[in-house]
């Protein structure tokens, strides 16, 4: 038998033909000898080798061993031309392959929406908690942990134990994570904390890149769930950066749909811009793309009009009926100390009852009292300054000092020349900058 019959000698290539090879360039087509297989094309040993040995001495091999292997900056620009152009081919044969495939709506079967909180937060998949810090987003995350782990009642619902993975990355573990998971009643044998090896060291959770892993050691440990905290902390795209759609919503789609075909609950926390909104997803750091991708987004903020009050709502519900909101308050606890040194202080959540307000109500309304905020100042700014003209970027200084964010001080300047209070034009010497001045006299309410 030769090593051109259907045989032993037979091997599949690194790639069909005319596609990419691992390396960035493309295969030639496959050897007179080759046959269809199921997948892909085969080709027989001899040619395989040949063509091997033939890109191994090309010029693009040779850009991509100095390019891939961390020597870029003493690569050539010539070296790294090729091996851009490499890529660019490589694209273009990629979409070239790209194939519309239907099916139709009779060969899925129905079923029912399973919960990992009773019509509120739906099981095996991605929901959001977002906030701003300091509203008892973590806290509430270790009230969830505990009732995953041990029959803790959360907003009147109690479940079967299991286990779960809870990733952090800003918290320190035996400072603030264990004491605060005791205080919520957390089985802590059944919390578990996970690190990254690398062959050279430890290294830290990337999703999507460890989405699979991640899933893989859950199922390990036969977890239910798994808490992100915070969740884009572990995003890491290699195109583009945390406020583009285009990179971060295949990483969301990515790590939503590892958790569906797991069957592992998902739960991430998110944090809020220091600049106000009106709407609770409006305000997410980073891309809109993960509110837009989750199933289930819940929000917290401070009541505006009861002080230690927060308000817990449901401002995202794709699987089941809208939910009514809680209002809760955070209790201080003191915990004995393992070392035996003075107690530690730490909280816990403690839901009082039903209520009416959203999270995204209490943004509109500290929005609004703070753009009338930021309006006074501005007034009081142009008034008291003596100059008919003053630069917007020593009002916007001075109001950051005050407290004022820019952002929602360029809204109140906007609401000021809309009735007639300011006037803005830009400044002569640099265009950038505008002037703003007094278009009133104050004169008539200084009496």
Not at 47 to 54: I, N
Not at 75 to 101: D, F, W
Not at 145 to 160: H, K
Not at 347 to 359: D, G, L, N, Q, Y
């Amino acid at each position: 038998m030769t090593a051109h019959d259907n045989g032993p000698g037979y091997v599949q290539p690194s790639a069909a033909a005319g596609t990419v090879s691992p390396n960035g360039s493309l295969l030639p087509d496959p050897c007179p000898h080759g046959y269809a297989g199921p997948k892909r094309l085969v080709r027989c040993r001899t040619c395989s080798e040949a063509a091997k040995a033939r890109w191994e001495a090309s010029p693009e091999a040779q850009a991509v061993r100095r390019v891939r292997h961390d020597e870029r900056a003493e690569a050539t620009a010539e070296e790294v031309l090729i091996h851009e152009a490499g890529l660019k081919r490589a694209e273009k044969q990629k979409a070239a392959q790209r194939r519309i495939e239907s099916t139709p709506a009779s060969a899925y079967t129905k079923r029912r929406t399973k919960w990992f909180l009773d019509k509120r937060i739906p099981a095996h998949d991605l929901t959001l908690v977002v906030g701003k810090g300091g509203t008892g987003k973590s806290t509430i995350f270790a009230a969830l942990v505990a009732y995953v782990t041990n029959r803790v009642p959360i907003l009147g619902e109690t479940r079967g134990t299991g286990d779960c993975i809870y990733c952090h990355r800003e918290d320190s573990i035996e400072e603030t994570l264990v004491p605060r998971f005791e205080a919520a009643g957390v089985d802590l044998d059944r919390v578990h904390f996970i690190k990254v090896s690398t062959p050279d060291s430890e290294g830290q959770l990337r999703l999507p890149l460890d989405i699979d892993r991640l899933m893989e050691h859950a199922q390990g440990l036969n977890a239910s769930a798994i808490l992100y905290d915070p969740l884009s902390s572990f995003i890491s795209t290699t195109t583009g950066g945390r406020n583009s759609g285009d990179a971060m919503r295949p990483a969301y789609e990515a790590i939503q749909a590892a958790h569906e075909a797991h069957q592992i609950t998902g739960l991430g926390l998110a944090h809020t811009r220091k600049a106000l909104s009106d709407d609770v997803l409006d305000a997410l750091i980073g891309s809109s793309e993960q509110g837009n991708v989750v199933r289930s987004v819940f929000g917290v903020a401070p009541d505006p009009d009861i002080d230690g009050r927060y308000i817990f709502s449901q401002e995202k519900h794709n699987r089941g009926p809208w939910q009514e909101s809680f209002a809760y308050r955070i209790e201080g606890v003191q915990l004995e100390s393992d070392d035996g040194d003075d107690a530690i202080e730490t909280s816990r959540i403690v839901f009082t009852e039903k209520t009416v307000e959203t999270a995204s109500d209490a943004f509109r309304m500290q929005s609004q009292w703070a753009r009338r905020d930021a309006r006074r100042f501005i007034i009081d700014y142009l008034a008291q300054s003596g100059y008919p003209l003053n630069p917007s970027t020593d009002i916007l200084e001075a109001g950051k000092k005050a407290g004022h964010v820019p952002a929602t001080m360029y809204r109140a300047v906007d609401d000021l020349i809309r009735f007639g209070k300011v006037d803005r034009e830009p400044s002569k010497g640099d265009g950038r900058v505008h002037n703003w001045s007094l278009a009133i006299d104050l004169e008539p309410y200084r009496s």
